[in-house]
């Protein structure tokens, strides 16, 4: 991609729509809209323009703004175009747009390189735009605006900082030792603040499992022998017909997953196939589908329609919470004990069900009294965030001065990759593939 370039694309969403944004970004934005709307607007005021073909055909009425650079989104001159989002009305334009010599429809996440490349974002934020726009829950929008708006690049650059006083006072203490001005034995201080920086990052790096939560949702299974109301219970938690539900055992062969809301987070229900000894091939492989994914939990609902049925979950991994659920108890018979179950519910009467969304929610992380969320919501951030408090443990180890001052620079690298500021060229292509076209 060349930054010379001048590109468009539509910005908004799907088509139709009310109001559609197209946006165009690069040197020749102010002669596309002299171009399109005769003159151009002023500066950053939404204007009412009517826009035209080169051959003067009117395509539509609607708002002109522009942004030169480098007050803009991309950081170079930029242009909005707010038209009817219908798909013809749309269409024409980016026809029109494309007609233009110099102009280029943009890539996938083209604009937020642009950004990034022209300093106005760095990684992380840009990476919080991204999960910003596919937040779908309370949560995940805290997240991602936390990251978005610059507060965790706030602490990362905060961090750098520190390192990099503490690198400056010991490559002083090194290179000019003889210096009257430089005071001996600087590392003193400088190596109790490394400890506490290692400690810092540490404590945030254990925040991620909270993050992972927050940003891909709890994992839930359903699971239990053949018709003990697994798929009755996910519908009835989806409110909706997700499975199929009969009263012949196996019907559910494969793992069916739905996403919800639950007090602000997302969380990801799995049904499974029913847990039991068979040779048929189809629900032996369900079963063994179901087992992967029970491995893979956070929780695990355990469901039995009679007493004394919840030994096939005596084969799951260790540390997962399992909870034991008794169904059909709107049924006569069986006669379920206080202590033979954590909840008792009818998915057809209702009972119950209120009592399994408050121990649910009990399995929620906790965010009371926090306005701000900034921990570590992906891999990259965490790996980066582990080579730095490893370099720092090792500065701390080694006996040699300078050995250990290199140690704080691989510290401040691994930081730095974090937000873009060193060695990012081989993560941009991954980093920006995941918006779509038009931001």
Same mark, same amino acid.
């Given at each position: 991609?060349?930054?010379?370039?001048?590109? *468009?694309?539509?910005?908004?969403?799907?088509?139709?729509?009310?109001?559609?944004?197209?946006?165009v970004?690069?040197?020749?934005? &102010?002669?596309?809209?002299?171009?399109?709307?005769?003159?151009?607007?002023?500066?950053r005021?939404?204007?009412?323009?009517?826009?035209?073909?080169?051959?003067?055909?009117?395509?539509?009425?609607?708002?002109?703004?522009?942004?030169?650079?480098?007050?803009?989104?991309?950081?170079?001159?930029?242009?909005?175009?707010?038209? =009817?989002?219908?798909?013809?009305?749309?269409?024409?334009?980016?026809?029109?747009?494309?007609?233009?010599?110099?102009?280029? =429809?943009?890539?996938?996440? $083209?604009?937020?390189?642009?950004?990034?490349?022209?300093? !106005?974002?760095d990684?992380?934020?840009?990476?919080g735009?991204?999960d910003?726009?596919? &937040? $779908? #829950?309370?949560?995940?929008?805290?997240?991602?605006?936390e990251?978005?708006?610059?507060?965790?690049?706030a602490? *990362?650059?905060?961090?750098?900082?520190?390192l990099?006083?503490?690198?400056?006072?010991?490559?002083?203490?090194?290179?000019?030792?003889?210096?009257?001005?430089?005071?001996?034995?600087?590392?003193? !201080?400088?190596?109790?603040?490394?400890?506490?920086?290692?400690?810092?990052?540490?404590?945030?790096?254990?925040?991620?499992?909270?993050?992972?939560?927050i940003?891909?949702?709890? !994992?839930?299974?359903i699971?239990?022998?053949?018709?003990?109301?697994?798929?009755?219970?996910?519908?009835?938690?989806?409110?909706r017909?997700?499975?199929?539900v009969?009263?012949?055992? %196996?019907?559910?062969?494969?793992?069916?997953?739905?996403?919800?809301?639950?007090?602000?987070?997302?969380? !990801?229900?799995?049904?499974?196939?029913?847990?039991?000894?068979?040779?048929?091939?189809?629900?032996?492989?369900?079963?063994?589908?179901?087992?992967?994914?029970?491995?893979? &939990?956070?929780?695990?609902?355990?469901?039995?329609?009679?007493?004394?049925?919840?030994?096939?979950?005596?084969?799951?991994?260790?540390?997962?919470?399992?909870?034991?659920?008794?169904?059909?108890?709107?049924r006569?018979?069986?006669?379920? %004990?206080?202590?033979?179950?954590?909840?008792?519910?009818?998915?057809? #009467?209702?009972?119950?069900?209120?009592?399994?969304?408050?121990?649910?929610?009990? *399995?929620?992380?906790?965010?009371?009294g926090? #306005?701000?969320? &900034?921990?570590?919501?992906?891999?990259? =951030?965490?790996?980066?965030?582990?080579?730095?408090?490893?370099?720092?443990? =090792?500065?701390?180890?080694?006996?040699?001065? $300078?050995?250990?001052? $290199?140690?704080?620079?691989?510290?401040?690298?691994?930081?730095?990759r974090?937000?873009?500021?060193?060695?990012?060229?081989?993560?941009?292509?991954?980093?920006?593939?995941?918006?779509?076209?038009?931001?």
């Open positions: 991609m060349l930054s010379t370039d001048t590109i *468009y694309a539509l910005s908004s969403g799907s088509l139709p729509a009310g109001v559609a944004t197209i946006r970004s690069g040197p020749a934005t &102010a002669d596309v809209l002299t171009l399109l709307c005769g003159t151009l607007p002023s500066e005021i939404a204007t009412l323009r009517t826009i035209r073909t080169r051959n003067g055909e009117m395509l539509d009425r609607g708002l002109v703004l522009h942004f030169p650079a480098p007050a803009s989104f991309t950081g170079e001159d930029c242009c909005e175009l707010q038209v =009817h989002g219908g798909r013809a009305v749309v269409s024409a334009i980016l026809d029109e747009l494309a007609g233009i010599d110099g102009l280029r =429809h943009a890539e996938a996440g $083209e604009f937020a390189r642009r950004a990034f490349q022209n300093g !106005k974002l990684l992380v934020e840009v990476e735009l991204a910003l726009i596919a &937040a $779908e #829950t309370e949560m995940q929008r805290r997240l991602a605006v990251q978005s708006g610059g507060g965790q690049s602490l *990362y650059s905060g961090w750098a900082r520190r990099t006083h503490a690198r400056a006072m010991i490559e002083a203490e090194l290179d000019f030792a003889d210096e009257e001005d430089v005071p001996g034995s600087v590392s003193t !201080k400088i190596w109790e603040d490394v400890e506490r920086l290692r400690e810092e990052i540490d404590g945030h790096i254990a925040r991620a499992g909270l993050a992972e939560i940003r891909d949702g709890l !994992k839930i299974v699971a239990g022998e053949p018709n003990a109301g697994k798929s009755s219970l996910l519908n009835a938690l989806a409110r017909d997700i499975a199929i009969t009263e012949i055992a %196996g019907t559910t062969r494969d793992v069916l997953a739905v996403d919800l809301s639950l007090a602000g987070f997302s969380i !990801k229900l799995f049904d499974t196939a029913g847990l039991r000894e068979t040779e048929e091939i189809v629900e032996r492989e369900g079963i063994r589908r179901a087992r992967e994914v029970i491995a893979d &939990a956070d929780l695990v609902l355990l469901l039995s329609e009679k007493p004394g049925a919840f030994e096939v979950g005596e084969g799951f991994p260790e540390g997962i919470p399992v909870i034991r659920v008794a169904t059909k108890i709107d006569t018979t069986p006669s379920w %004990g206080a202590s033979d179950a954590d909840i008792f519910l009818s998915t057809r #009467t209702g009972e119950g069900m209120a009592e399994l969304l408050t121990v649910l929610q009990s *399995y929620l992380p906790d965010l009371a926090k #306005t701000a969320l &900034a921990m570590p919501s992906r891999k990259r =951030h965490v790996d980066c965030l582990r080579q730095a408090s490893a370099a720092l443990e =090792h500065s701390l180890d080694a006996g040699d001065l $300078e050995l250990r001052a $290199e140690q704080l620079r691989q510290a401040a690298d691994a930081l730095g974090i937000t873009g500021r060193v060695d990012v060229e081989n993560l941009l292509d991954v980093i920006f593939s995941e918006f779509c076209i038009g931001k």
